[in-house]
């Protein structure tokens, strides 16, 4: 990375050692040693926390795409079919029961429904 090689290293501790000297010079390198670890473990962190926030923005881009998906076949849904599931009309069992719901009672678990002839009936859930 800073392409610094062996006979550089040498020169800079000999010179080291001459300015600082051999009594301090271990005291030295440790204080040295410790400040690199924790800028390594800085480095790493700040890293960690890059790929932490990649893998978030990559997960909202995947939700977004699914959600545009969901739009658009949302846009091709005909809102003018009922969602609900047709049954047989219990007079005309040939008639299908398109399922518009008018009235719920709770009480009796009772709705009313509206067949495509246009006869009413009640069922009972």
């Not at 000999?14 to 009594?23: E, M, Q, R, S, Y």
């Not at 990559?58 to 939700?63: N, V």
């Not at 998906?69 to 599931?85: C, G, I, M, W």
């Amino acid at each position: 990375m800073f392409d610094i090689g062996f006979w550089e290293l040498v020169v800079v501790g000999v010179v080291a050692l001459l300015v600082i000297g051999p009594k301090d010079l271990p005291a030295m390198m440790h204080t040295v040693g410790k400040w690199a670890g924790k800028t390594r473990h800085f480095a790493n962190a700040v890293k960690t926390e890059i790929e932490r926030e990649v893998h978030k923005a990559d997960e909202l881009k995947r939700l977004l795409a699914a959600q545009t998906e969901l739009a658009e076949r949302y846009k091709n849904v005909d809102t003018t079919q009922p969602a609900v599931p047709i049954a047989l009309h219990a007079d005309n069992p040939g008639a299908a029961v398109a399922a518009n719901i008018i009235n719920t009672d709770p009480a009796d678990q009772t709705l009313t429904a509206t067949s495509q002839t246009g006869n009413a009936s009640k069922t009972s859930a």
